[in-house]
Structure formats: C-alpha cells, structure tokens
C-alpha cells in the first residue's frame, strides 16, 4: 500500500527553523513530483512548494520564497522542507503530495497524499 507520511513538525518561536520530512513507502516514487501543501485553521489548502522528479524544477508559492527550500533525496525516497525564518503565519498543518505529474501536484490534486504534520509558530 502507498503511504506518505510527515514527520518534523513542532513548536517554534518565530525567526526559528524546522526540517520537515516525508517518507515514502508501499511503491517507487522515484519518478514522481512530490510537494508541500499546508492548511492553516479556517483556510483552505494551499500549495507551499513542489519539485520535480529529479529535483532540477522548484516552484515556491510567493510568502515562502527565500524562506522555504524543497528538496528529495530519491534514493531514501524521501522528500524534505526546510522552513526558515518562520513567521506565525506559517502556522499550519502541512501535507506531502505525489503524482506522476507535476501540474496535479501544484494545483492541489496529486493521487497521494501524506497524513500532515502541525508546525506552529509563536510570536
């Protein structure tokens, strides 16, 4: 069985950094863009950051970059977020994402999604 799960999440005070991570397992997703969504309480889903298979391609969304970096390493199959400078308003449960391809990933409709993983940020 496919299984994304994110691990990393905590408190933080604000300025402070955390690295989240998302296993992969049940099948290679080697081939696979993989992604970072989060949801904040009250909001909707929103796409924070996406890479592509072989890690060449990076979208950010516009309020993390510089902040955020994604990256995968394909031979642990598994994907990272390294968040820096945190802000309370990067409080958020936050999601991995997978699909074969990419525009599903950004738009939001991967096939396989992770379980999520709070981080919350104090001021």
């Known amino acids: 069985q496919e299984q994304l799960v994110e691990c990393g999440g905590g408190l933080v005070q604000a300025g402070d950094s955390l690295r989240l991570s998302c296993a992969a397992s049940g099948r290679t997703f080697s081939s696979y863009a993989m992604g970072w969504f989060r949801q904040a309480p009250g909001a909707e889903r929103a796409f924070v950051a996406a890479?592509?298979?072989?890690?060449?391609?990076?979208y950010y969304a516009d309020s993390v970059k510089g902040r955020f970096t994604i990256s995968l390493d394909n031979a642990k199959n598994t994907l990272y977020l390294q968040m820096n400078s945190l802000k309370p308003e990067d409080t958020a449960v936050y999601y991995c994402?997978?699909?074969?391809?990419?525009?599903?990933?950004?738009?939001?409709?991967?096939?396989?999604w992770g379980q999520g993983t709070q981080v919350t940020v104090s001021s």
């Open positions: 994402a997978a699909d074969f391809y990419p525009n599903r990933v950004i738009s939001g409709n991967a096939g396989y």
């Open positions: 890479i592509s298979w072989s890690g060449g391609n990076t």
